[in-house]
């Protein structure tokens, strides 16, 4: 039996940038195929190779799929012969139905009427193959991400994939989602579909796949056999870097002073339900060079805590205190919050953190216009000048500092939003899943510049819903859920089977126990 998939020799060039050479893949029928590699490596250019955004003569070597080669003109060439691609940013319309866009390109019709009874019904068959217990007529933007995702699978399900390709489809997933998204995968597999899966989450890939190619510098450096036994992800690692990361995390030797930052009593609601109170009553504090990670399940109030701190970003009726180096601070507004010493770097760097059609240069620099103008006119040499630097200091990959912000890879991207933060000199710096969707390398890289900013004195906190990452990097790390804090553990002390304890304990303590929860030890007093 031959292949269900072959690309060979597959070279791809932009102008003055080689992004592929010489890769080849191959991929079995009902095969999971795993394609990893850092930020940069080629896989999404790969990927547009053989989907036919890059169309045939733009690129160099083959693609064979069901034995015989393939030359697509475009898109819609391949999702004919079901090879499906689902990005990482969902293609979906908000505002239309489920059922709507699952048959946005191709609905079904009766004399050239779209025929909606046939509509609703497929796509009610479609959805319970997924398993998404949803009305065909639910709009988009009604749903969580988690089922957006799997709403993208159903509408490729519509077109009769054969090779479905998924570019990071757990990125922003809770781990429930994810499991249950990696689950589909696996009853594709019985059903014959073959999966690429890209993904920088090595764990869920050693879960799942049956091989795993590695790219690294637009080059084929390895594929792993994963049905023999599984692969150490050290392997993987080594891999893809092209050295040994003996420790995933660096070393700290912390220094950590007096209190910098503290609330009190801090209360929010939520921004349209006003009844509905989505923080209640917490008390928070973080030392001078301390790293405080927060860890919880999605929909704990991490993200909401954040940013009604930072500017009441979000939420209203908002109350509690704040201080600042033992001072009550006001920060009722971003720019007073920035102008008190705070810092907020969000979880969602393309929509709210960054101007994508813009250089580096303008990012960088957004934050903290004054810094670089004379009598209120922007100064192009202070600014180049600081731009520079930045990209220096944050190791920024790119070719100058003028390149758009929206062609970095997603770790270049992160360093250029932490950039713009460390330019308005925070005291306190708040990171929101700093490491979402960035490879191993470039998380390394951005752990050693949390260090740094925690050994020049700054407080750092750090939310994440990885939490071995929150382990390995953090001096103290706080649990919360519902709202609230529930418990708090040194990072030298901190198990990941700790800190779901004390969520699971919590979901079953009455709310006024919750709040006699003992936060040095993490245990009921």
Not at 231 to 241: F, L
Not at 351 to 367: C, M, P, S, V
Request: with cysteine.
């Amino acid at each position: 039996m031959h292949a269900l998939l072959e690309m060979r020799d597959i070279s791809k060039h932009f102008t003055g940038v080689r992004a592929l050479s010489g890769v080849d893949l191959t991929v079995e029928p009902g095969e999971i195929h795993a394609l990893v590699g850092e930020n940069g490596a080629g896989k999404s250019t790969l990927m547009k190779v053989l989907s036919g955004v890059h169309p045939h003569g733009s690129y160099e070597g083959a693609i064979l799929f069901d034995g015989e080669e393939r030359r697509f003109r475009d898109i819609n060439d391949s999702e004919a012969l079901g090879i499906i691609i689902i990005h990482q940013e969902l293609a979906l319309i908000p505002l239309m139905s489920i059922a709507e866009n699952i048959f946005l390109t191709d609905p079904p019709s009766r004399f050239g009427v779209i025929d909606r009874s046939a509509v609703h019904r497929r796509a009610k068959e479609l959805l319970a193959k997924v398993g998404l217990d949803e009305a065909p007529d639910t709009l988009v933007t009604n749903i969580g991400v988690g089922k957006q995702q799997l709403v993208e699978i159903a509408k490729a399900l519509s077109k009769k994939v054969r090779l479905l390709i998924l570019d990071e489809p757990t990125a922003s997933l809770s781990e429930k989602d994810s499991a249950a998204l990696l689950e589909l995968l696996l009853e594709f597999k019985a059903q014959g579909i073959a999966s690429i899966l890209i993904s920088h989450k090595l764990n869920e890939v050693s879960k799942v796949a049956d091989r795993i190619t590695v790219l690294r510098d637009g080059r084929t450096v390895d594929t792993m056999d994963c049905t023999a036994g599984a692969v150490e992800e050290d392997r993987i690692i080594r891999s893809m870097v092209d050295r040994d990361l003996e420790h995933r995390y660096p070393k700290r030797d912390p220094k950590v002073g007096d209190t910098i930052f503290r609330v009190r009593d801090w209360s929010v609601f939520h921004p349209l339900h006003a009844d509905r109170q989505m923080i209640r009553k917490v008390d928070f504090e973080v030392k001078r060079g301390e790293i405080v990670g927060i860890a919880g399940l999605m929909g704990a109030g991490r993200t909401e805590f954040a940013m009604s701190i930072f500017g009441r970003s979000y939420g209203r009726k908002i109350s509690g205190h704040a201080e600042i180096e033992g001072r009550e601070v006001d920060l009722s507004t971003v720019r007073r919050a920035v102008d008190a010493g705070l810092a907020y770097v969000t979880e969602d760097r393309k929509q709210l953190g960054l101007l994508l059609a813009d250089d580096i240069r303008k990012n960088i620099t957004l934050a903290n216009l004054s810094a670089v103008a004379s009598s209120n006119v922007i100064d192009d040499v202070k600014e180049l000048r600081v731009a520079a630097d930045y990209r220096g200091r944050m190791r920024i990959r790119s070719h100058s500092v003028y390149q758009e912000a929206g062609k970095l890879s997603g770790g270049n991207q992160q360093k250029v939003v932490l950039s713009k933060w460390l330019f308005t000199d925070p005291k306190v710096l708040i990171l929101d899943e700093p490491t979402r969707g960035i490879d191993v390398g470039a998380k390394y890289e951005i752990y050693c510049i949390i260090n740094e900013l925690a050994d020049a004195g700054k407080g750092v906190i750090v939310i994440s819903s990885e939490m071995p990452e929150l382990i390995g990097i953090c001096d103290r790390i706080c649990v919360m859920n519902e709202g609230g804090f529930v418990g708090e553990f040194p990072g030298a002390e901190a198990t990941q089977e700790k800190i779901m304890r004390a969520i699971m304990r919590q979901a079953v303590m009455p709310q006024a126990d919750v709040r006699q929860v003992d936060m040095r030890k993490g245990e009921r007093p």
